[in-house]
C-alpha cells in the first residue's frame, strides 16, 4: 500500500472535533447500523476487500472520517484514506487516474471535474451500480431525494462543448455550492442604501458603503485563476447577460472578448477598484470570505454556504447583521447563477468495484449526509430530506432573518453549471483571470485584454487537440 | 592454510572497502540522477499528465516555444532581478550585522542565540506569519507600527511592486542569519597580526575595513553569496505561501512557472524545459561564483 495511513497534520488540527465525534458517533453506532441494514442488500457482500480513498481537505471530510469504523463494522470492507489540499489533491489524482494505477478507490470530484476525467475513461458511470437490485436498494437509497439540479450537474454525455445534465451519472453530491449576495443588513439599513438587483446598483451600494461606512464596499476573491473566475464573478457576468453568454460558442471558439463580457467586466472591475479593498488582488475565498465575517466587507458575491461563517456567533463579527438576496441580474430580471457540488466517484482502475460503490451508497446515505451538516456544518445539504431536517433547519432558519432559506431555495430554481464542458477549464479559468489583472492594474483596455485571453484560450484548446 | 585463506579474505575486503565507503554516496548520486535524467527526458517530449495517449518525442519542441512565451520573459526577469537585488541586500546586511555582533559590545551572545531563530523556522511558516503582519489595511501589524512614524499603509500584497518587496523582505529574514553567522565565523577566524600592525601605523578603522578586512574576509563573502545567488534563482515556498506568482504575475520566477505549467495545467514536459533552462542557469552562476571564490582564497591566502 502506497498511502499514508493517517494524514498526520489533518488529525491533528481536526483533533479536539474529532474524538467529540468519534465518542457521539459510538453512543448512536446500533442505531446508525439499523438504519443502514434497513437497506435490502447484502452490506457484507464485499467483506475482507481493502478500499483506499482520496479525499480533499473539507468539512465534509471532517465529518467522514470519524464514521468510517461504522463502515468497517457494516461491511467487513477495510478503508484506506489519505486526506490532502485542494491542489495536491488534484495534481495527485490525475497522476493517480492517467496511469491507471487505481490507487484511490473512491474519488472526492464533482461535475466540472468529472469532464477530465469521463473522455480517457477514468471514472465509471454509477447508473449500472444504482440499477442493480444485488447493489442497490433504490426504495433506501432514494436518488430522488437529491435535489434534480446537483444529480444533473453530475450527468454529462461525454461529448465536449455541451450535453450537462444528459447521460451517466458519474458522481453523487455530498453539498450544494450555488453564489448569492450577503450584504451587511445594518449597514445598508443605516445609510439607507437600496439592495442592488443590477450590476450598475451593486456598484452604487459599493461606493455608498465605502463613502459612509469607511470599510470596502464589495470584497471578492481577486487571485488570477479558475476559483476566482468560476464562482461570484461567472454567476454575475451569467445573470448580467440573462444567461445567455457563454465562455465558448458552440465551435468552441472562446467569448470572453464579447462586448456584453468586456461591459460586464469593466464595471466590476471599476467597481473592485473603487470600492474594493486594497489587496483585492491577493484576496483567495478564504481571504474573502474571512474580510467579511470580519466585518471588513459592505457585500459578498460568493458561495451561499459560506453564511455558515458569517452567521458562526463564535466567530464571526457580523452575525446577525447580514441579508441574503439573489445576485443581480440582468435586462431580464432574472438571475443564472453557477453550480458546484462536491462529489463522490469511482476510480475505473480499481479492483474493488462493488466495494467502492457499498462506501460511495453508504457515505452519501440520508443518515451520513445529516451528521455532516449537523455535527460539521456541511452546508448546503445536497439531500432535501437533510434540508428538511428540523435540526438542521433550525440551524439555517434564522440566518439573514430567514432570508437565507428563501434565497438559496429560489436561486436553485435557475442555478446551474456555468462552464462549457471541455477538459482544460483550469487553464481556461487561469488564463481569464489573467486578463482580469491586466484590467485591474490598467496595464491593458477590458477590450484588449479580453480579446487576448480568447486568443490564448483557443490555443490552449488546440494543442490539447480537443478543438481542430 | 587457514591463515592464507584469512589473510586472502582480508585482502579482499580491503579492495571492497573504498566501495563501500562510497555506497551511500552512489546511492544518492543514482536517486538524484535518476529523476534529473527522466525530467530531462520528458522535457523533450509532449508529455501532458491528462492526455497519456498524446505523448510524443518532440525534440527541443517545448525550449523553442518557451521563446514565444510571454510569462518566460517576465519570470526570466524576475529571476535574474531578484536575484541580483535579494544578494547585494541579504549580503551587505549580513555583513554589517557580522561587523556588529564582531565588535565587543553587552549582550552579543545573547543576540547570537536569537538570531538563529528564524533559521529554525520553516520557510512556509516564516511567510504565512509575515502574510498575516504585512496585511494591507490598518488592521496589520506592520502597516499599524508604521502609522507611528507616519507611514501611510502599505499595499504590501495588493500591488505589484508591494508584492515584489514582501517577497524580498520575507526572504531576507529568513536568510539573513545564515549570512551574517557565516561572515561572523570568518570574522573570528581572522589572523590578528595585520591588525595590530596597521593599528601601530595609525590606520583609520574604515581604512582597516577596506583594506584589510574586506579582502581578507573576501572566500567568506563569495561563498555565502554562492549559497545565496543559487537559493535565490530557485526561491518557491516564499512565493507560493504569500503571492502565488501574482498578482499580476509580478512575482512570477521560473520555478514557479515550471510549477504552474507542471502541476497546476499538467504540461509536465514544457514544465521540464523550464525546469532545466533554470538548472542551466544555476550551473553557470555557481561555476562562476566558485572560480571566483578559488580566486579569492588564493588572493587571502597570499
Redesign the interface.
Known sequence: MRLRRRDLAGLLLAAPFTIKNVLSAAAQDDQALSYHRQAKIDWRQAAGQSLAIGLNKHPFTESLLPLIPEFRSLTGINVDYLILPE?EYF?RL??DL??QRGEFSVIMTGPMRNW?YVP?NWILPLDDFLSNPKLTDPGWFKLDDFYPALIAANRWNGKTGSGVGEGPLYSIPVLEESYILAYRKDIFDQYNIKVPTTLEEMADAARLVKKNAGIPGIVAR???GLASMGTGFVSGLKSYTDGKWSEFDEKLNANFHDPRSVAFTETWIRMVRDSG??????MQWYDAMEAFTAG?GGMIADADFFAASYENPAKSKVAGKVGYALIPAGAGGKTYAGLWTWALGINSATKNKEAAWLFVQWATAQRTLLNASLGYRNFNPSRTSVTNDPRVQEIMRPWGGGSYVTTVAKNLETAKVAWTPE?ER??VG?IWG?AL??I??Q?MSAADALKKASTEADKILQE??IKL | MTTVRKRRQYRRQERLLPYLLLAPALVLLVGMLYPFGLGLYYSLTSY???????FRFVWFDNYVSLVSEPLFARAMQFTLGFTLVAVIVQVGLGLAVALFLHARIPGRNVIRALMLMPLMMPPVITALMWKIMM???N?GILNYMLSFIGVD?I??????QG?VVSVLIIDTWGNLPFVALVLLGGLQALPTEPYEAAQVDGASPVAMLRYLTLPLLSPFLVLVMTFRTMDSLRIFDVIYAT??G????ATTNLLFMAY?YS????QMGKGMAQAVVLLLLIVIASYVLLRLWNRAAENAAQ
Do not use: I
Open positions: 491542489a495534481t490525475v497522476a492517467s496511469q477530465q480517457p481577486g487571485t488570477p479593498p486594497a489587496n483585492w488582488a491577493n471588513q477538459s483550469q487553464r487561469d489573467r489583472h491586466e485591474y492594474f496595464r490539447a487537440g | 501532458w499528465l491528462q492526455y497519456p495517449n498524446r496585511a494591507s489595511t488592521g499603509p499595499n504590501w500584497f495588493g500591488s505589484t508584492a503571492t502565488a501574482g498578482p499580476n504575475d504552474q502541476f497546476q495545467w499538467y
